[in-house]
């Protein structure tokens, strides 16, 4: 079973990525979060998850993906559409996707990297 925690600071995106990856009996979402503040709450509460999070909370990136990495974690960043995902993957995030993403591609990237 791969444990997912998704931030994101727009609950509609939240609650449709949820819905997507619910589908699937390989995953399952334990924590959602809109803030970085409750995200850091959420990585020391659920070790060794697969963390989804959005470009646009602006999260220090460097710190987060340390304490993803120490917490066992992994990463994926969801990019705004003409965001380049290049520092993210460089600075150690797993995966990235783009925000209009489709829900396939979203499966298969999770899949990937957990």
Known sequence: MNKIILADNQAIFRAGTAKVLAMEDDFRIIAQCGEVERLYQVLETFRGATLLFASA???????????????????VVIAENNESTAAYLSAGVQGAVHRSVTGPALIDCARRVA
Not at 58 to 74: A, T
């Open 57 to 75: 909370l602006k999260p220090n990136l460097h710190h987060l993906v340390e304490r993803v990495r120490d917490q066992g974690g992994l990463a």
